[in-house]
């Protein structure tokens, strides 16, 4: 018997290399997902090319045609609820959401943020590590709630600041180990292993209150 996959919708605005990785894990069956759709605010997304090469229908949902954030985003919400996703991903999406749009999604809404937060959310968060002096920096996938870059973590990469880095090398190493975690918080989904209520993560039945952490290609509790 086919084993249930767990359905996504991923939401994107660039590169798209966190979707590469999630399409990489399900046609190298490390994931049992099925990507139902992509959408771009972004008609230049090479992500988009992404999704095209690998058979997945995309849809471009050009911010600046909107007249304001709650219409944008009410014209994901025709797209996305229509396909009843078990997770919704934000994978490079660098659009601020409505609380409408949060709320609705709220068990099921997912992001991957290049730092440990709670430390350095928002842009420029490499250089900000380097600048000062931080021994580790990584990334976070966490849960969305209202504030930015904020929500429950479910796990963190740790990555070593070294003194050559610059804010280019350092986000690079960041970004191979999203690309490590990103899948995996998904499997965890898929498996049934990791729930969310709104409110409280559970993994394996037991409630999670701090992070996994992903270091030197181990997970540790
Ligand atoms: C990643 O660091 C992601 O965490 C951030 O944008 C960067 C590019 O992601 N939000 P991608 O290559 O578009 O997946």
């Known amino acids: 018997m086919e084993k249930k996959k767990v359905s996504l919708v991923i939401l994107i605005s660039g590169g798209g290399s966190n979707l590469q990785a999630i399409i990489d894990a399900i046609e ?29 229908e995309s849809h471009v949902v050009d911010h600046q045609q909107f007249p304001n954030r709650r219409s944008f985003d009410r014209a994901m919400m025709n797209i996305i609820d229509p396909l009843k996703p078990d997770l919704v991903i934000l994978a490079g999406f660098m659009r601020i959401l409505s609380d409408e749009f949060i709320d609705h999604y709220q068990h099921c809404l997912i992001n991957i943020h290049p730092s440990l937060l709670p430390k350095y959310k928002g842009l420029n968060t490499h250089q900000l590590a380097i600048d000062n002096h931080d021994a580790v920096h990584g990334a976070s996938v966490h849960y969305v709630s209202h504030e930015l870059d904020s929500g429950p973590v479910v796990i963190q990469a740790e990555v070593p600041v070294l003194d050559s880095d610059d804010k280019n090398s350092l986000a690079s190493r960041v970004l191979e180990q999203e690309h490590k975690i990103y899948p995996m918080v998904i499997q965890m989904v898929a498996e049934g292993r990791l729930t969310f209520d709104g409110n409280q993560l559970n993994l394996d039945n037991k409630q999670l209150t701090k992070p996994l952490l992903w270091k030197n290609n181990k997970l540790s509790v």
């Open 28 to 56: 190298n069956n490390k994931l049992d997902a099925e990507i139902k759709t992509v959408i771009s605010n972004k008609v230049s997304a090479t992500g988009l090319d992404r999704a095209a090469s690998a058979d997945i």
